[in-house]
């Protein structure tokens, strides 16, 4: 029987909260961002000083918010969770300011979607502490200045390309963070399988961890299929439930799912295997451009499917081969 560390009741939702690691220590992989960061945590508190703004870059699911939270806790200072899109105007981000407590660390996910009139607000935030309050409207317009307590920012961003220069230049440190090898990701599962209760040979969790495209957030939501196959068929061989659950989400034996294999298969149907531009991609699939950037695209150039040229994206012989589908004229390789 499964019998999981977690407290009864748990809602499914919470189970990516309570498989997060909550320091450093706990963390895996991501060596060259985390000796960065350390150091520059452990000057701070050497100092008594507000640690630097830091910014997260890197595909979706692989640590960013984890690391805000690592951020806040090393240093002993409370958080504060927003995000860009809840960010919509100006006074939004006032609000937020105004209500930090000293030293805090706010995070904010996905900052490249804030409110332009909110984030130019946040360059004298970063910087002087301050924020100036339009009152009134027209020529009777006055600002007034707003004292704020010190505080760390933390953002994170799928890629540093979407954020303006001006914004991107007042973080003291950005910590870009890698797609995870297999290894690592064996490490993260076989800390998420005690969590969660399940006794999974290695050979189990090196087959999910292949599959899980380079990221921990993956790899821990096929873990918790492959215990939801086990609870319901609990005669299965472990490595026989990896590969039936794996089968019944779409992830196949590269660990693409259905929106790479879409991706790829209008690129190689529609457009012939390219060259072709993002937004025409992406349309044709009926997904936007973002998305198609930030989540897929990544891992699809990382895994030798897919380059980007500067006529547009082109497949690769590998793609041609993982569909099975024949090349109709020479492509990139
Ligand atoms: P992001 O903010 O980059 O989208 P998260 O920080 O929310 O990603 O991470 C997603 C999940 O992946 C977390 O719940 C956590 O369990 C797991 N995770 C991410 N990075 C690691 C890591 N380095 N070690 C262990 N687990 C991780």
């Given amino acids: 029987a499964i019998t999981d560390a977690l407290p009864q009741g748990t809602v499914e939702l919470e189970f990516e909260g309570a498989l997060r690691p909550t320091d450093l220590a706990e963390f895996v992989g991501q060596t060259r961002v985390v000796n960065q960061l350390t150091l520059l945590l452990k000057a701070a508190e050497i100092s008594q000083r507000t640690p630097d703004h830091i910014l997260f870059a890197g595909p979706p699911g692989l640590g960013k918010t984890t690391l805000a939270m690592i951020v806040a806790k090393e240093s002993g200072r409370a958080l504060r969770l927003s995000s860009g899109p809840a960010i919509s105007h100006a006074g939004d981000l006032a609000a937020l300011l105004s209500s930090l407590v000293p030293g805090e660390v706010l995070f904010i996910d996905e900052i490249h979607r804030m409110a332009k009139s909110a984030e130019e607000m946040l360059y004298l935030a970063m910087e002087d502490y301050r924020v100036d309050i339009m009152v009134g409207k027209g020529v009777g317009a006055t600002s007034i200045p707003l004292e704020l307590p010190p505080f760390t920012l933390v953002g994170a961003t799928t890629r540093t390309g979407l954020l303006a220069n001006p914004l991107r230049d007042r973080f003291g440190f950005t910590g870009h963070l890698e797609f995870y090898s297999n290894e690592e990701l064996t490490t993260v599962l ?144």
Wanted: avoid cysteine; charged fraction near 25%; charge should be neutral.
């Fill in 190 to 333: 076989s800390r998420s399988a005690a969590l969660l209760g399940l006794d999974l040979p290695e050979q189990a969790l090196d087959e999910i961890a292949g599959r899980s495209r380079g990221t921990p957030r993956i790899a821990n939501r096929l873990l918790r299929r492959v215990r939801d196959y086990l609870i319901v068929n609990p005669q299965t061989d472990s490595l026989s439930a990896v590969n039936a659950a794996l089968a019944l989400y779409d992830v196949d034996a590269r660990g693409l799912d259905r929106l790479d294999r879409a991706v790829l298969a209008a690129l190689l149907d529609r457009f012939n295997g390219g060259p072709v531009g993002l937004s025409s991609l992406a349309v044709s699939i009926g997904e936007d451009a973002e998305t198609l950037e930030a989540v897929v695209e990544p891992f699809l150039i990382r895994e030798g499917f897919m380059i980007r040229s500067p006529r547009g994206r082109m497949a690769t012989a590998a793609a041609w081969d993982h569909l099975g589908r024949a090349p109709m004229k020479t492509q990139a390789t």
